[in-house]
Structures are given as structure tokens and as C-alpha cells.
């Protein structure tokens, strides 16, 4: 009897500390906007190049990136070299990551998922990345390494007082290169400085898109440069999530500062007129 009575004052321990844990689950999960769903960009082609930074605005010269006189330069080198076929300064051309903050374009489907100490942003274009953004206060680490997608740090906001956060802040630094801002090739600056602000919040009127404003604040610019991005959410995405693989079927081919392509025979061909071939001097 005394046994019984044990193992049944245990059940009733056990049960009563899964409800509580459950009870604290649900309660810290509804502090916070429901952020669930495929996030797609709702502004579609067709692009020249891809998807613009503003997609308020059209491509290239039109996007009025506020660059210094000196990457002006660089850009419309940049612009001459994709006109002729090239792929100018954008490193996805050959599979690279993208980086921040080109990858908040939303190439390709986005997932978010949101836990107290540690929101995940998942965008897909080449590959398929793992934004983490730290919300539990911890400091840029004394030997992070610089990374395409930086260090995030973040922040959620109770903004009218309802008890809910409905508003993360994020600060993102400590990157390396090469990025470009968008596939025309709006560049950055090569120091790898940048500093990039976001304010990612669910819409007032409709809560299946998600506004974005994202700042740059760069070395290449002449002043902080502000865009929101808007995402619109497919609660039931249909297909299911997709497998990114940029390097299936991937054609260019980059030979020291020179971009080829691999033709469907199987051999180098030019990207532009008048290119000359690459230094075969390790071959017979």
C-alpha cells in the first residue's frame, strides 16, 4: 500500500510539473508576435538582373542608391561589365553566399521561428542560412570571426503597451566580404564595415505581412540608407519547404578576376565579346 501510494503521489508530481512547464511554455510564446508561416516577397518579376534592394523602385541607376563619388565609379564599372554579359561585382554569380543584407530581399521563401533567447530568420537564395539573432543581451564575442551574415543582436519592443512584444530591433555587424546590396551590384565598401539596423514588425491592418525597415550604414554611402522591405505569409505553404543547391547546374565558372561559362558541351566559353581566355600554362 505504501508503495502505491508513492508511485501515485510521484504520477501526480510528474503531471503536475509537465502541466506547469507546459503553462510556462505557452505563456512566454504569447508574449510574442506569431511570426509562423512561408514569408514570400510579394513583388515579382520580371527583373534584368533579379530582385531589386527597394522594390518600390525599378533596377540599377533608379534604385538612388546614395553612393560616394568613388563607388559611383565602381557601380557603373559594375553596370558595364553585366550589360556586356558579365556578372559584375554580385558574388552569387558563382555560388557564393550572398550576405546581409542582400538575402533580406527574400530571394526564396523565408521561415522565422521565434524562442526567448534567440530569433532564427531562415531566407533561401543559393543556400539555405541561418540567420540567428540574439535577444537574451549577450555581447559581440572578443574572437567572433567576421562572416557574410554578421553577428546579430536584437532587441523586442513592447510599442503600445499591451503587455506583447510587437517590434524586434536587430543591429548587425562584423562582416567579411565580398557583398554586393542587390543582384545589379550596388556595392559596399570593401573594409566590411557595415552596420546594418533592422525594425521587423508585423502590419497594423494586416497581420499576414511583415514590414522590415532596414538601414545601411556603410562607408560606400554618403548617408545611412533606409528601405522597408515588406514579406507576405503563405500560412500553409503548398509545396512543402524546397531544397536550395546553388551549385547544381551552376554555368560560371570564375578563373582568377575573370567570370567563364561552361557551355553544354562541356566546354569554357566567353561571357562577354572580346574576352580572352584564361593562362593555361599548367597545361600541355
Not at 265 to 272: H, R, V
Request: net charge negative; proline share 8%.
Amino acid at each position: 500500500m505504501l508503495l502505491f501510494r508513492s508511485l501515485t503521489t510521484a504520477a501526480f508530481v510528474t503531471a503536475a510539473m509537465t502541466v506547469s512547464v507546459c503553462d510556462t511554455v505557452a505563456h512566454e510564446e504569447g508574449k510574442y508576435p506569431d511570426l509562423k508561416g512561408q514569408w514570400l516577397r510579394p513583388v515579382q518579376g520580371p527583373f534584368r538582373h533579379g530582385p531589386p534592394w527597394d522594390a518600390s523602385k525599378k533596377e540599377g541607376h533608379a534604385q538612388q542608391a546614395p553612393l560616394t563619388e568613388e563607388y559611383k565609379v565602381i557601380y557603373e564599372a559594375n553596370l558595364a561589365d553585366q550589360a556586356a554579359g558579365g556578372p559584375g561585382n554580385w558574388p552569387g554569380s558563382t555560388c557564393r553566399g550572398h550576405g546581409m543584407p542582400a538575402v533580406m530581399v527574400a530571394f526564396q521563401p523565408m521561415e522565422i521561428v521565434v524562442t526567448s533567447e534567440i530569433t532564427y530568420i531562415m531566407p533561401s537564395d543559393v543556400h539555405v542560412y541561418v540567420r540567428r539573432v540574439y535577444t537574451d543581451g549577450r555581447e559581440l564575442p572578443q574572437n567572433a570571426e567576421p562572416s557574410f551574415l554578421g553577428f546579430s543582436q536584437g532587441k523586442w519592443l513592447d510599442t503600445d503597451g499591451d503587455g506583447r512584444y510587437d517590434t524586434l530591433e536587430i543591429e548587425t555587424s562584423h562582416f567579411k566580404g565580398p557583398r554586393a546590396i542587390d543582384i545589379s551590384g550596388i556595392p559596399l565598401h570593401e573594409d566590411n564595415k557595415t552596420v546594418v539596423k533592422e525594425r521587423l514588425y508585423l502590419d497594423k491592418a494586416d497581420k499576414n505581412l511583415l514590414r522590415n525597415e532596414i538601414t545601411i550604414i556603410d562607408k560606400a554611402l554618403t548617408n545611412p540608407w533606409t528601405v522597408t522591405q515588406t514579406y507576405r505569409r503563405e500560412p500553409n505553404p503548398r509545396p512543402v519547404w524546397g531544397e536550395q543547391e546553388c551549385a547544381e547546374g551552376q554555368a560560371f565558372v570564375l578563373i582568377g578576376k575573370e567570370n567563364y561559362m561552361l557551355s553544354s558541351d562541356g566546354n569554357l566559353m566567353p561571357t562577354k565579346k572580346g574576352q580572352t581566355p584564361p593562362d593555361l600554362k599548367y597545361f600541355k
